[in-house]
């Protein structure tokens, strides 16, 4: 879980300043569409990660048992 979230970090940062340096710089076209092909949605996972809803102690064994409660 440790690794997980130094990883999701990590790409975070990473993805976060590969967006900001293509809204700075102007670089070839290629290298912007890589970024928005690419860094994008790895900015958006990594966060989604990082922000997924931890259990409480008291509620993680059932949350083994039934994951997903509803909408």
């Known amino acids: ?6 990883t999701c970090i990590i790409l975070l940062i990473i993805s976060t300043l590969a967006i900001l ?4 710089v102007n670089f070839a076209d ?5 970024v928005a092909i690419i860094g994008i949605p790895l900015w ?5 990660l990082l922000t997924m809803a931890k259990p409480r102690p008291e509620d993680a064994e059932e949350r083994v048992k039934e994951p997903f409660t509803g909408y």
């Open 21 to 24: 340096a293509c809204l700075v």
């Open 1 to 6: 879980m440790v690794n997980q979230k130094i």
């Open 44 to 48: 958006v996972l990594s966060l989604g």
């Open 30 to 34: 290629w290298i912007v569409y890589l």
